[in-house]
């Protein structure tokens, strides 16, 4: 069955990065897209970008580009986002999710989510 | 890119329906047949109910429909049961490979 477990919960300082890893398993990596989602407490989901893992290409949203990094590692099969100048807004719980296969305009399966706090 | 808009709740007794709205643009809900639904109970992770406007994953309830006109879509719920009440985001397409989420709606069964 598709799984997708991301690492631990990280506290971090501002000014800060931190980098998230989401091991898939289940499905060939490869085959489909990794989108990336935050949710700040009691706030809403807002969408990052999206990683190809087959050849690496990236899209990300206005809002973070100069400070998100989504990478792959295909011989593991893990997808990782990196947040680098962390302030206090950046607390949040960042999911992985895998993209629907062929048209990867929708997430069929997510992981657990990740929470990251940013507190000096 | 702006948040889709969706309205902060919506209610219904049990066995009722209820719809729940996601506005947007030309840019995005308009543009494209993109648009897909999540339920997220607390402390969850997002669960997909509803792709490309109306299509249904496998084991979600058919009670779950979707359906979109011009630059908003729609989910409805019907027959309401307990356990559909949870957190409702929508999600749409917003061209050169971007996507934008809804704003939420909460779902309360009285």
């Known amino acids: 069955q598709v799984q997708l477990v991301q690492s631990g919960a990280e506290v971090k300082k501002p000014g800060a990065s931190v980098k998230v890893s989401c091991k898939a398993s289940?499905?060939?990596?490869?085959?489909?897209?990794m989108h990336w989602v935050r949710q700040a407490p009691g706030q809403g989901l807002e969408w990052m970008g999206i990683?190809?893992?087959?050849?690496?290409?990236?899209t990300y949203t206005k809002k973070f580009q100069g400070r998100v990094t989504m990478t792959r590692d295909t011989s593991t099969r893990t997808a990782y986002m990196e947040l680098s100048s962390l302030r206090s807004e950046d607390t949040a719980v960042y999911y992985c999710?895998?993209?629907?296969?062929?048209?990867?305009?929708?997430?069929?399966?997510w992981g657990q989510g990740t929470l990251v706090t940013v507190s000096s | 890119q702006s948040a889709l808009t969706q309205p902060p709740s919506a209610s219904g007794s049990p066995g009722q329906s209820v719809t729940i709205s996601c506005t947007g643009t030309?840019?995005?809900?308009?543009?494209?047949?993109?648009v897909s639904w999540y339920q997220q109970h607390p402390g969850k992770a997002p669960k997909l109910m509803i792709y490309?406007?109306?299509e249904r994953p496998s084991g979600v309830p058919d009670r779950f429909s979707g359906s979109k006109s011009g630059n908003t879509a729609s989910l409805t719920v019907s027959g309401l049961q307990a356990e559909d009440e949870a957190d409702y985001y929508c999600?749409?397409?917003?061209?050169?490979?971007?996507?934008?989420f809804g704003t939420g709606t909460k779902v309360t069964v009285l």
């Open positions: 030309s840019s995005d809900v308009g543009a494209y047949k993109y």
């Open positions: 490309e406007v109306s």
């Open positions: 990683i190809n893992p087959s050849g690496g290409s990236t």
């Open positions: 999600s749409s397409y917003a061209g050169s490979n971007n996507y934008v």
């Open positions: 289940g499905y060939t990596f490869t085959n489909y897209h």
């Open positions: 999710a895998r993209a629907g296969y062929g048209a990867k305009h929708y997430c069929d399966y």
